[in-house]
């Protein structure tokens, strides 16, 4: 069982920025892809964001892409979303996620645990 604490949601201006955090606990951290996922009022939940076990590879969705950087520290069991440049767009409950097989890491059913989200509110 992993358990999954989100943290740094807040509300911002377009344009500004925030970090998210997601610390991890249970089974070991550096077995696990991590994702970042996002479900905005009335829409489907969306990838975000993944990083392999040990960081070595990253994934982010088109949305996102030169706005956002994944990060973790395998030592304190975190996974960390730097989200630079934001837009009213990117408001959304944000969801951490972890699994271990990942095959297709910005699939929402790849992951089994789920953190119970951070809220994002990006004003114009």
């Known amino acids: 069982q992993v358990q999954l604490i989100e943290s740094g949601g807040g509300l911002v201006q377009a344009g500004g920025s925030l970090r998210l955090s997601c610390a991890a606990s249970?089974?070991?951290?550096?077995?696990?892809?991590m994702g970042w996922f996002r479900q905005g009022p009335g829409k489907e939940r969306e990838f975000v964001s993944a990083?392999?076990?040990?960081?070595?590879?990253?994934y982010y969705g088109d949305s996102v892409k030169g706005r956002f950087t994944i990060s973790r520290d395998n030592a304190r069991n975190t996974v960390y979303l730097q989200m630079n440049t934001l837009k009213p767009e990117d408001t959304a409950v944000y969801y951490c996620?972890?699994?271990?097989?990942?095959?297709?890491?910005?699939?929402?059913?790849?992951?089994?645990?789920w953190g119970q989200g951070t809220q994002v509110t990006v004003s114009s």
């Open positions: 996620a972890a699994s271990s097989g990942v095959v297709a890491p910005k699939g929402t059913d790849e992951y089994r645990y």
């Open positions: 990083i392999s076990e040990r960081g070595l590879r990253t």
């Open positions: 249970g089974r070991t951290f550096s077995w696990y892809v």
